[in-house]
C-alpha cells in the first residue's frame, strides 16, 4: 500500500488536511468483442489491476476541489454543486462533475461538496478506460458519501450517461460496465443489448495478459467513432426494411449474407459485417475458453484484429505494426487491438516465460519502423470499483 501512502501525503499537502475515505476504480481491457457494444453484440472486457485511486474528505460548504497527480500543472479544480455545466477549463474535472450532474437530476441531491485527490496508473489516451475508470469511481464514492444505496448496475448507466451527455462522446456500456461490474480472475460476457451478463473464469495457467501501448494518443471524441457508429446505424436502417431486427448484433453471419446486399454503401456494408462477425466470434471465444481451448481463443483474437483492420479501419499503422511483430514472436497464443481504435494498445496472451523476450524484440523493431518506442504492461484481472479499507 505504498502507493496510498504516497497520495496521502500528497493530500495533506494539498489540502491541509488528512483524507477520510480512499477509493479504487479500474481500468479494463476488452479481449474480444470490439465496437460491438453500440451495435447490440457481446463484448468480452475484465477488470485490470491498474486504475484509478481516490482520497476524498467531505467539506461543510456546496463546493467540489479536485486535483490529480496526472494533471499538477492544472492546480486543484474548484466547481460548485449549484452550477454543474461541462466548462472547457475544468479539463479532466468535467468526467467526474458530469457523474455528479447526473445523480443529482435522477433525484439523488449531495448535502455537501468534497475535497478530492484522484491518481491513475492507466495510461491516459491509451484506450484502458481512463475516462469510465474516473466516471465510476465518481459514482462509487458519493454513493458511499452520502448513502443513496444506488446498486452498481445503476452507477454504470447513469456513469455512461454522464460520457454521452455531458461529455458528449456517443460511447456504449461497455467500458463502464466492466469497471463496475469487474470480478477477480473472470472476463464478463455481456450482451450488450438486453445488459444480461456472465462471469467466466479465465484460468491463464502458464499465460499472462500483455497490454502493449502503441504510445500514439487518441481522443476518443476527436477520432471517427461517432462515424463508425453512424454507418452502423445507417445500415441497420437498411436491413430494418427487409428485416425485422432492433440490432445488427441479432444477426448471426448467414443471416448477415442473407440481407447484406440491402445496405446501398459497400463502405456501410463492411462495417456491418465486422460488427456482426465480430459479435459471433465473441461468443465462439468464450465458448472455446469454456473448453479450455486456448488456441481457438488465440486464432479468434487475432481474426478479430484483422476484421478491425480491413472491414471496419479503425488501427492504423502503430496497432498493425505492433500486433504484426508481437506475432511473429514463440509462445504467443493471440493480439489484436482493444478499444476505439486509431492509437491506443493492444492486448496479447503470452507464455510466461515468453514475455521479457517478445518486449526485447517488439521494442527496437516497432521503434524503427514508427519512430519511438511501444510500452508494455503486465496486468492481472481485478475486482471492480469498490472502497479500500
Not at 451478463?197 to 497490454?211: F, R, T, V
Not at 431486427?245 to 463502405?267: C, H, M, Q, R, S
Amino acid at each position: 500500500m505504498d502507493e496510498i501512502q504516497l497520495l496521502k501525503e500528497n493530500f495533506i499537502k494539498i489540502f491541509n488536511e488528512d483524507f477520510e475515505h480512499v477509493y479504487f476504480s479500474p481500468g479494463r481491457v476488452n479481449l474480444i468483442g470490439e465496437h460491438t457494444d453500440y451495435n447490440g453484440g457481446h463484448v468480452f472486457p475484465c477488470a485490470l489491476s491498474i486504475g484509478t485511486y481516490a482520497l476524498v474528505t467531505e467539506r461543510n460548504d456546496r463546493k467540489v476541489c479536485a486535483y490529480s497527480m496526472n494533471f499538477k500543472d492544472l492546480g486543484i479544480i474548484e466547481f460548485s454543486l449549484d452550477n454543474m455545466v461541462n466548462d472547457k477549463k475544468d479539463d479532466w474535472a468535467n468526467y467526474p462533475k458530469g457523474v455528479m450532474k447526473i445523480f443529482e437530476d435522477n433525484g439523488y441531491k449531495m448535502k455537501n461538496g468534497f475535497n478530492v485527490l484522484f491518481f491513475g496508473n492507466i495510461p491516459n489516451g491509451s484506450g484502458l478506460s481512463s475516462s469510465a475508470s474516473l466516471e465510476v469511481l465518481t459514482g462509487t464514492i458519493i454513493n458511499d458519501l452520502f448513502g443513496f444505496n444506488v446498486d452498481m448496475i445503476d452507477i454504470v448507466k447513469m456513469s455512461q450517461e454522464a460520457e454521452n451527455n455531458f461529455i458528449g462522446v456517443n460511447c456504449g456500456i461497455m467500458d463502464q460496465f466492466a469497471v463496475g461490474m469487474g470480478k477477480y480472475n473472470n472476463a464478463i460476457l455481456l450482451d450488450c443489448n438486453t445488459l444480461k451478463y456472465e462471469y467466466s473464469e479465465i484460468d491463464l495457467k502458464g499465460y499472462k495478459i500483455l497490454i502493449g501501448n502503441t504510445n500514439k494518443k487518441r481522443g476518443l471524441a476527436d477520432s471517427k467513432y461517432n462515424e463508425r457508429r453512424s454507418q452502423c446505424e445507417t445500415a441497420l436502417h437498411e436491413i430494418q426494411k427487409i428485416k425485422n431486427i432492433n440490432a445488427l448484433g441479432e444477426l448471426t453471419e448467414e443471416e448477415f449474407e442473407e440481407v447484406k446486399d440491402v445496405i446501398t454503401d459497400p463502405v456501410n456494408r463492411k462495417r456491418a459485417k465486422h460488427a456482426v462477425y465480430e459479435n459471433q466470434r465473441t461468443i465462439k471465444a468464450v465458448k472455446a475458453l469454456k473448453r479450455d481451448n486456448l488456441e481457438l481463443f488465440g486464432k479468434l483474437m487475432v481474426d478479430s484484429h484483422n476484421s478491425l483492420r480491413d472491414d471496419y479501419e479503425v488501427t492504423g499503422i502503430e496497432l498493425d505494426t505492433l500486433v504484426e511483430l508481437i506475432l511473429k514472436n514463440d509462445g504467443v497464443i493471440g493480439s489484436r487491438m482493444t478499444g476505439a481504435g486509431f492509437g491506443g494498445c493492444t492486448v496479447s496472451i503470452v507464455k510466461d516465460e515468453s514475455v521479457d523476450e517478445i518486449i526485447k524484440n517488439v521494442t527496437p523493431a516497432y521503434k524503427e519502423k514508427i519512430g519511438y518506442e511501444p510500452s508494455f504492461y503486465v496486468v492481472t484481472i481485478s475486482d471492480g470499483a469498490r472502497k479500500l479499507q
